[in-house]
């Protein structure tokens, strides 16, 4: 019994003193591809438009590819984290 209760006061100091806090995962969202009319006229006659559509994809994409990286790093990071406060779990356990 006092082993239990010594994991939970210990996980509980753990909780309340990490330095971050909870830390959330960001979500990223892709781009909807920019619309190319099939008709070369219509192409023609909304040109600047349809330009303007594929310069903001490109720069939205290198945003989501971005914080796609962030994530991806955060992720790492609490799996190396969670990892150590495993081993130290199991080590207050006696396994």
């Known amino acids: ?16 003193f990490s330095p971050a806090g909870p830390v ?3 979500t990223c ?3 909807e591809r920019p619309f190319v009319p099939t008709d070369p006229r219509d192409v023609r006659e909304y040109g600047d438009l349809i330009r303007s559509d594929f310069e903001l ?3 939205d994409i290198q945003a989501y ?4 990286e962030e994530e991806r790093a955060r992720a790492f990071e609490e799996a190396r984290e969670v990892s150590e406060e495993y081993g130290r779990f199991l080590q207050v356990v006696g396994e």
Do not use: G
């Not at 019994?1 to 309340?16: E, G, N, R, S, W």
């Open 65 to 68: 590819f971005r914080c796609l």
């Open 24 to 26: 959330r995962a960001q």
């Open 57 to 59: 994809y490109i720069q």
């Open 1 to 16: 019994m006092c082993k239990q209760i010594t994991c939970i006061c210990y996980a509980t100091v753990l909780l309340l």
């Open 29 to 31: 969202y892709a781009p």
